[in-house]
Structures are given as C-alpha cells and as structure tokens.
C-alpha cells in the first residue's frame, strides 16, 4: 500500500489552529471560513488515521497525536515555504554593504545567513554587526549600504520593518532579592535598553545598581547566563534558557522598540528586500514557534 502524501494546505490549516486557539482565529489568518479550515482538518486526519484536536462544543485541545504532529508540521511548512521562495523570486546578484544592530537577532542571525546563503548564492552579504552609533556613522560616511538598527520615538527616518517587546532577563538560577537594589547587567550608557530600564524602575521607585557593562549584547547574554545580575534585552535577543521577568516578579513594563531600516535607495533596496524579507520570515517562524499552542486543559468558545 503506497504511503499517502500530507497537503501542505491542511498542515497550515492545522497549524494556524494550534497557534491561533480556534478555528475562527485561524479562518481569520488564513482569509478562510471556518467552514474551509474545518475540512481541512478533517482530510488530515483522515490521512493520518488519528484525531489532531478533541473538540466539544466548548473546548479545543491538541491531542497527544496532534501535539507530535506539531512539531513536524512546523519543520515541513518551513521548508515548503522555502523552496518555493527559492523558485518563485528573481535571483537577486550583486553585493551588500549591511549593518545590524547587535542585539537585533543575535543568537539567530549566524543561522538565518547560512540559510540565505543557500538559497541566494549570488547575492554576498558584506555584514557589519556594532552598535546603532557606529552602524549610523558608517552610513553616513559611505561606509554601509544599509542598516538595520532600533528607530527612536518621534524619528521619521527609516522604514520601520520589526517591532518587538523589550525584556527583562534573568538566568532561571537568579535569586532576585525584593529588598536589596536590583543587580543590573547592561550596555554602555547611552543605550535604549539600558535607558529604559532605569527609567522604568526609577518610576516604580526600585532600587537598582549595575554589577555588570560590556560593550556586546553577547557579553551581556554571558553575564545574565552566569547569574550574575539582570538585563533589558530585546526579544529576539532573549539568549536560549533565560527566564523572562515581568510584573509578577515586581518589575514594571518594558514597552516596545521598533527596528528599521536605514539608507534605502532604488538601487539597494531591490538587493536588500530579499533578505530582509528572509530575516522577517525566519522571525516570524521563530515567534509562532515560541509561542504557546494550545494545551490540553485550554478553554475556547471558538471550537468548531
């Protein structure tokens, strides 16, 4: 009997689901009705001879088979999604002078540019990664193309392309004491993370004290994985293992910070939105995949 072929279609139906927490949510995503994402999940788990969701007229809840399915659905849609980005764009050739800001993806830009790589040999990325000052003098003197770097409340330079949370940081061993001043690791002053970290304990009336400065977002994911203090970091910057603190440990809210891109010219911008289209994807991933899917006790009135 020959093995059947899973759609990719349903795959994404049933993912979106997962992510989304209903069918409606997920119709809603997918410019579907929820009509259409409820057959799609019905041929695949036809297909696979198991249930994926235990729906009532109340709840919803992956499965043990749906919760394993999970996981590969994920991988297989990435690299469906991949290849077809592979056959379906023009080739984009040439050379790119690109600046990041350093604590803009630093655990995944290595792994997001081997990706790129691979799938546009022909375009070489010359990358820089510094801090948002030096990448803007670089820009300015000729230096960069292009940066990607943080855009400042009020600034109307740049095209704004990412906006994630602001993070507080700590290794999961920390022992944070509420009455002592709060150990701070941090980047040199001025910085926005560090800024708006004091700020914000300043307003709430915390005592705080930096224990730890390095010029590096990574010596700073060094010092919060030793333990020895806690850091305002972006999201994507949040190194693998750190535990993320909130207002239930006593720390005030953090807000957002934008990033953009800088320096856009008819000529750059058709070499750069290949891969800054790619870095967004590949972020996106990342935050689905970091997000929750449902689990067995989750409630929804968007059953289907």
């Known amino acids: 009997m020959a093995t059947p072929d899973l759609d990719i279609d349903a795959l ?61 659905a994920r991988r297989l849609l990435a690299l469906n999604d991949e290849t077809v980005r592979r056959f379906h764009e023009p080739a984009a050739e040439g050379e790119l002078r690109l600046g990041v800001a350093e604590y803009f993806l630093s655990d995944h830009l290595p792994r997001v540019l081997t990706r790129f790589a691979k799938i546009y040999p022909r375009l070489r990325i010359d990358l820089r990664v510094g801090m948002c000052n030096d990448l803007v003098t670089g820009l300015e003197s000729g230096d960069l193309d292009l940066v990607i770097s943080r855009r400042d409340a009020g600034e109307t330079r740049g095209r704004v392309i990412w906006r994630e949370p602001m993070r507080w940081v700590a290794a999961p061993t920390l022992e944070i004491d509420p009455a002592a001043p ?96 790619f870095i967004l994807d590949s972020l996106a991933a990342m935050r689905r995949t970091n997000r929750p899917a449902l689990s067995p006790v989750q409630m929804s009135l968007d059953a289907a």
């Not at 069918?23 to 999940?41: E, H, N, W």
């Not at 150990?183 to 307003?203: M, T, W």
Request: aromatic fraction near 6%; charge should be positive; include cysteine.
């Open 182 to 277: 709060l150990p701070l690791c941090a980047l040199p002053a001025p910085c926005v993370f560090r800024n708006r970290g004091v700020s914000a304990l300043g307003e709430i009336g915390r005592p705080w004290r930096i224990v730890y400065t390095s010029g590096s977002v990574l010596g700073v994911q060094a010092a919060v994985r030793a333990g020895l203090g806690v850091a305002v970091l972006s999201e994507s910057s949040v190194p693998d293992g750190a535990r993320r603190l909130g207002v239930e440990d006593g720390l005030p809210e953090l807000g957002e910070v934008d990033m953009a891109i800088f320096g856009e010219t008819p000529r750059n911008r058709r070499l750069a939105e290949p891969l800054v289209g």
């Open 12 to 72: 994404r139906a049933f993912v979106t689901v997962a992510e989304a927490g209903g069918f409606t949510a997920a119709a809603d995503r997918l410019g579907r009705t929820q009509s259409a994402i409820s057959v799609k999940i019905k041929k695949l788990e036809d297909t696979l001879g198991r249930r994926v969701f235990a729906r009532t007229s109340r709840s919803l809840a992956l499965t043990h088979d749906g919760e394993l399915l999970l996981g590969y």
